[in-house]
DNA sequence: CAAAAACCAGACCACTTGGTCAACATTTTT
DNA sequence: AAAAATGTTGACCAAGTGGTCTGGTTTTTG
């Protein structure tokens, strides 16, 4: 069992401190390629105080990892049959593109986490990641019976909003090298309403003029 | 300059066969998370035998990375605005996604080396890369603004093809987990009707029958 | 204020890493 | 068949790795 000494304000602010240059260095060099030395610089402190508050690299990793997958939440998340598909999907739509656009690192660790396998996701979070699925596939199935939306798997629908949000983030060096420049917030909301039209429109739905 | 020896059966095969194991590697493990030791069990050669091919693991990898790219051309690749905008972009979509099922290591790989910055991609490369997307975009606009397809920026419209079509390499170990299953050849043709019905249909184009 | 708990950090270690070198074997060319 | 080019390989190395240990300092607590 994990000792979880309570309080302590400078545990608390080093492991944040720690916590963040973690992130960091992970998003930008894998978990491979980032030495415990780097992230402790990068943290303006002595490795070995990086060792003391999180007992292995690895422990570490893990540590981001749930960190990053505790702000994952959004409305979709509890939305039901009676809500209308049209708002709750754009809505989803437009919260994954923030997220993308705000906390970018979070969804790099994340996709090289799944690239290499997904072998450091503990079996409570998969568990937790199938129950959310299976609920959210059983909504929109109940939205395609009562014809508010095109047929189809909804297994897809959910990973083809999933793939075009999070690519915003994770292929980011592509983006600007293709398009010239950073995106900025100005292109992220364009982007965000190309999304939603795009989804929404294909999948038989029209575009809440809130999103337009 | 890079000696290139001419012929030499040996050279041929070694490399090859080289070649293949680094990329198998690399897809699973990362750049930082794969040895030279390990490519050359896998390859059943002595390490010092894959340093002699490429003088260093970077330019192996550096080679793979060309190999996987030279291999990722389609026939939207010189469309034109005289073709039938559903049918070029069905086509490119089943493209992909044959790619991604086909090769995902070459998905996975390509997708790893940009999260991390795209630091090994060449500037020939990118500078093609720059070129063939204002071509591409410059044909879809003229699409738009001849009304065949609705108004949109056309780079957000590549982006979520791609995104969408490289998803089902890269995040295989995710969708695996969620769906209960591998996706089979089965799966497969049906994510691709799902994507090429949500994409066009989002752009305000009717499905062909070849693909509905 | 003293003891206990928490925190800090240098020295150190076993191990892996990419890469070199020199000697030898094989193939190709002349 | 001699010479030149190409291929093969074990021994070796310097640098970097995650992680431990030990002895100290600070903070909290009774």
Chains 1, 2 share one sequence.
Request: with cysteine.
């Amino acid at each position: 069992m994990t000792k979880e000494p309570k309080a302590g304000a400078i545990r608390q602010h080093n492991k944040q401190r720690i916590l963040a240059a973690a992130e960091e260095a992970f998003a930008e060099h894998g978990f491979k390629g980032t030495s415990v030395q780097k992230i402790a610089d990068m943290a303006g402190l002595p490795k070995t105080n990086v060792l003391y508050y999180f007992n292995s690299k690895q422990g570490l990793y893990i540590a981001v990892l749930e960190q990053i997958l505790s702000l994952w939440n959004s409305a979709f998340d509890s939305a039901t049959v009676e809500d209308d598909p049209a708002e709750v999907l754009a809505q989803y739509i437009s919260d994954k593109m923030r997220i993308s656009q705000e906390k970018p690192q979070g969804s790099k660790i994340f996709a090289l986490e799944i690239i290499n396998g997904a072998h450091n996701l503990t079996d409570f979070f998969k568990h937790n990641h199938v129950s959310w699925m299976q609920s959210r596939v059983g909504v929109i199935q109940q939205w395609i019976d009562q014809g508010k939306i095109d047929t189809q798997d909804p297994y897809y629908l959910l990973f083809h909003i999933w793939s075009c949000s999070q690519h915003y983030a994770d292929f980011s060096a592509q983006i600007t090298e293709l398009k010239g420049s950073k995106m900025n917030a100005q292109d992220f909301e364009q982007a965000t309403r190309s999304l939603v039209q795009l989804i929404l429109k294909g999948c038989g739905l029209s575009v809440p003029s809130k999103y337009a």
